[in-house]
């Protein structure tokens, strides 16, 4: 989780492990606090601070076998 959060919302993966620790990251409705947490499709995600979104899934492998994801962000 902590790895899509960094993704989605731009920023370190520490500090997205932070985020999630320190309860403030909230995924479909619930405060998450486990940074290892799988995604599945369709997840609301809020980061308080940085916004929502909604991850939609996987689109593969890049070059170098790192997971491309999809997501929509709301502004």
Request: proline share 3%; charged share 35%.
């Amino acid at each position: 989780m902590d790895s899509c959060i960094a993704r989605i919302f731009r920023m370190s993966r520490e500090e997205a492990k932070s985020l999630v620790q320190g309860e403030k990251v909230i995924r479909n409705g619930r405060i998450e606090n486990n940074p290892s947490m799988e995604l599945k499709p369709g997840d609301m995600i809020s980061a308080r601070g940085y916004g929502k979104a909604i991850y939609t899934g996987e689109e593969g492998e890049t070059k170098k076998g790192r997971l491309k994801i999809n997501w929509k962000r709301f502004v």
